[in-house]
């Protein structure tokens, strides 16, 4: 997937939700966790689970298939699961 600005989004695709985190994961721990995922899985996720797009709407601002996008989305839920669930055995 390639990048895409915040200006070149359409209009109604803009306006973003902050990520909401739990009270006893610190922030920056989600932060850097996604921060590190690959950058397709990066804006998939982001723009399904946190801007709240249908997968049709980011096919169509990102020119990726459905499944792909789909795809993305899974594993980059599985990568932040994984950092989750570390940080919660640790403590």
């Known amino acids: 997937m390639a990048p895409m600005a915040h200006d070149e989004l359409p209009g109604q695709f803009r306006t973003m939700r902050k990520p ?4 006893t994961m610190p922030s920056k721990r989600i932060e850097g966790a996604t ?8 804006e998939a996720v982001l723009l399904k689970d946190v801007a709240g797009l249908s997968y049709q709407q980011i096919a169509t ?14 594993q980059a839920r599985l990568s932040l699961q994984e950092t989750i669930n570390r940080f919660y055995c640790k403590h």
Not at 35 to 42: A, E, N, V, Y
Not at 61 to 74: D, F, L, Q, T, Y
């Open 20 to 23: 909401k985190t739990t009270a």
């Open 35 to 42: 921060d590190r995922l690959p950058q397709g899985q990066r």
């Open 61 to 74: 601002v990102s020119g990726e298939s459905i499944p792909a996008i789909k795809s993305s989305v899974r």
